[in-house]
């Protein structure tokens, strides 16, 4: 039968407690580019796969035209529903390696003498130095691990070790060490997009 038509697609593990049957998905395939196939999970594989660590799933669409064939590569969209609120980081930000996945986190650093002697007094606003100039806080980085999710475009999820408003090192990570004091220079900044598209030449 080739109305409708199943269509079969594997997520990674850290997606199964969102997949479940009646979800809607979008389907694209090179041959009919501009236009997009819907259809609803109808089932969840319960069992993961040891070797890739995915999952799988079996979506049907109606296939009145029989546009769809058999065999056809596609590229696929589940859908959830409604909206969630996700703490997010650009992925230039995320370490990976054998023990684990961190982040560096950037704080003031903790006894400091010199950031002691310039601490203001209970009537002052900032620090300053003998100058008259404002100082900076002596900053230092702090490797976190994380747990991270889904990602999307240019960001990745961090749904466990990160609180939200917690600043981050986005690049340099291999210069990087823990308790490394650090000056912030935002003058060169990764790109970072939901949505990234290929630049054109």
């Known amino acids: 039968s080739v109305d409708p038509v199943d269509l079969d697609f594997s997520l990674p593990e850290q997606h199964l407690a969102v997949a479940e049957t ?3 998905v979008e389907l694209t395939v090179d041959g009919y580019a501009d ?3 819907t259809g609803e999970v109808t089932a969840v594989e319960p069992r993961v796969d040891k070797a890739t660590r995915n999952f799988g799933l079996r979506a049907r669409l109606p296939n009145p035209d029989h546009k769809l064939r058999a065999g056809q590569f596609g590229r696929v969209k589940l859908i959830l529903p409604g909206e969630r609120e996700l703490l997010a980081v650009p992925r230039t930000a995320i370490n990976y390696s054998s023990y684990g996945t961190s982040v560096f986190v950037v704080r003031e650093k ?4 010199a950031a002691a002697a310039a601490a203001p007094s209970a009537g002052d606003a900032q620090a300053t130095d003998a100058d008259g100039k404002q100082q900076e806080p002596s900053l230092e980085v702090i490797q976190r ?3 991270t999710g ?3 475009g240019d960001f990745v999820a961090v749904l466990d070790g990160l609180k939200p408003g917690e600043r981050v090192a986005t690049s340099g990570l291999l210069k990087l060490r823990n308790e490394q004091p650090v000056k912030i220079d935002n003058s060169v900044v990764p790109d970072a997009e939901l949505s990234p598209q ?3 030449s």
Do not use: M, Q, S
Not at 110 to 113: E, G, L, T, Y
């Open 35 to 37: 236009t997009t196939f």
């Open 110 to 113: 903790k006894n400091d003498p």
């Open 150 to 152: 889904e990602a999307r």
């Open 198 to 200: 290929p630049k054109e």
């Open 22 to 24: 009646g979800l809607k």
């Open 145 to 147: 691990f994380v747990r």
